[in-house]
């Protein structure tokens, strides 16, 4: 008997229900939050960096769903890939063999991460964190991970416990036993190391909640202090990796930095399908798989299969042949620049930081009192309302997608697909900039939205 499915008419048929299901029969509050601020879309395709609706207008994708996307959506290189990985009909995922497209990938995600040797594949950058925590702590047999203030880790139960947002971990307790320390504070994280029973240490080069990068330095002291005390330095590149913030890895910005494990995923994917890989020094691996008998003490049914592999060979076949990493320094410096010029001319902008396309822009208290008061008021119903009425226009009127940095936080994050070009820059900045000048000119559509924020805000209390 011939089973016929048809996905194309499927989609034709009921595509257009998408709210109407998530709503019955996923997270209820997704498409509330959408309907609320006007982010109910309904894209029809994409294309790199960029989104197309229904009457082919094209929107900017300045998310690239949360950094996933870093060669943009439907790379033809990765897409061709997949093809190929399915025509070929591989025996995948015997459990009971050794197949090639794991090594391969293996090999060529250790050619650019020197002091690294092994790898371990999964399915998400949570997987991954998971990972390094129960290989730290059955390596140096110690049983607390460190972890900085506003980290963000995955929301599993083990990288939960290693999650710096309260909001997060609140009602999911006991966890892990952890402690947070403040990012670039080494003298808090050698008061904890004197303790005796740490594992590890597990930090984002630069932090995606806010956008704060490591202080100079402060890796390398780490990572010395750990070493000290035999407790590891674990690197979680998920967000900040492959090229990122214009280096392949986030900590090879600093010197002397060889953390003992790294955390990707995201961006290795290509956008297709998911994986999370942990890499770490040969002495670690060798001791968690220590016998036969452990051969299987850590896996993932799904890990290292065909499709994901294929996807993550040419993802790394790309950044090599097209320069990605390069570009992302150019095209970065570039965005940031431009940002950096306008923080004279806005009361309203304090602050653009990060590093490559990373970009992390911070509103604040503006000195006129027209706006001061405008200000204290959004601030006084809930922070973080600022921000998200500069992203709301930056859709609604100029069909870019941002995102607001964290619960809470008068921050925007820009961490776009790592091939926008100049053109993209300047669509951004100028439109930016259009939003800017209409916060600041006191009126408008911008502060009446801000209105409804506030109503939406005190009922929610």
């Known amino acids: ?9 499927l989609l034709a048929e009921r595509g257009a229900e998408r709210y109407e299901l998530h709503a019955k029969h996923l997270n209820p509050q997704l498409p509330r939050m959408l309907h609320t601020i006007g982010f109910d879309k309904v894209y029809e395709r994409a ?26 959506r439907h790379h033809p290189v990765v ?25 391969l990938l293996a090999e060529r995600l250790l050619a650019h991460s020197p002091h690294l040797d092994r790898v371990f594949f999964g399915n998400s950058g949570t997987e991954a964190v998971e990972t390094a925590l129960k290989f730290a702590r059955y390596a140096t047999g110690k049983p607390r991970v460190l972890y900085c203030d506003h980290a963000f880790h995955g929301l599993t139960t083990g990288s939960l416990s290693v999650n710096g947002e309260s909001g997060f971990r609140d009602g999911f307790a006991p966890l892990l036993p952890d402690t947070a320390v403040p990012l670039g504070d080494l003298d808090a994280l050698a008061r904890e190391l004197m303790k005796g029973d740490v594992a590890a240490l597990i930090v984002e080069p630069i932090q995606g909640k806010g956008v704060h990068e490591a202080p100079p ?15 590891l330095l674990i690197a979680d590149e998920v967000q900040t990796g492959l090229g990122r913030t214009g280096d392949f890895y986030a900590y090879q910005h600093e010197d002397g930095v060889e953390p003992d494990l790294v955390c ?16 770490g020094k040969e002495w670690i691996f060798k001791k968690v798989y220590s016998s036969m008998d452990r051969v299987l003490v ?25 320069q990605i990493v390069a570009g992302v320094r150019r095209t970065g410096e570039l965005l940031k ?16 930081r990060g590093r490559g396309l990373m970009i992390g822009i911070e509103f604040g208290k503006p000195s006129s009192l027209k706006l001061r008061s405008r200000w204290t008021m959004l601030q006084a119903a809930r922070k973080g309302l600022f921000a998200q009425m500069v992203v709301v226009p930056l859709l609604q009127k100029h069909r870019i997608l941002t995102q607001v940095s964290g619960d809470h ?5 820009l961490i776009p697909p790592l091939v926008v070009d100049e053109a993209d820059v300047d669509r951004f900045v100028d439109a930016f900039a259009a939003v800017m000048d209409d916060a600041h000119s006191g009126g408008g559509l911008m502060w009446d939205f801000g209105k409804t924020l506030i109503k939406q805000a005190v009922a929610n209390r």
């Open 1 to 9: 008997m011939t089973t016929e499915f048809d996905l194309g008419a």
């Open 47 to 72: 294309e790199g960096a960029h989104f197309f609706d229904a009457e082919g207008n094209d929107y900017l994708d300045m998310l690239a769903g949360f950094g996933v996307m870093g060669l943009g």
């Open 79 to 103: 897409r061709k890939a997949l093809h190929d990985v399915l025509d070929l009909d591989l025996a995948d995922l015997t459990r009971f063999d050794c197949q090639p497209l794991p090594g």
């Open 217 to 231: 330095g402060y890796l390398r002291a780490a990572q010395e202090l750990l070493h000290r005390h035999k407790a």
């Open 264 to 279: 990707v995923a995201k961006a290795l994917s290509g956008g297709y399908v998911p994986v999370g890989a942990t890499l």
């Open 298 to 322: 850590h896996s993932a049914s799904f890990g290292a299969n065909a499709q994901a592999m294929a996807c993550g060979l040419a993802v790394l076949s790309v950044m090599e042949n097209e």
């Open 337 to 352: 620049s431009r940002l950096t010029a306008l923080i004279d001319t806005y009361e309203l902008l304090a602050d653009v």
């Open 409 to 413: 936080l008068e921050v925007i994050k």
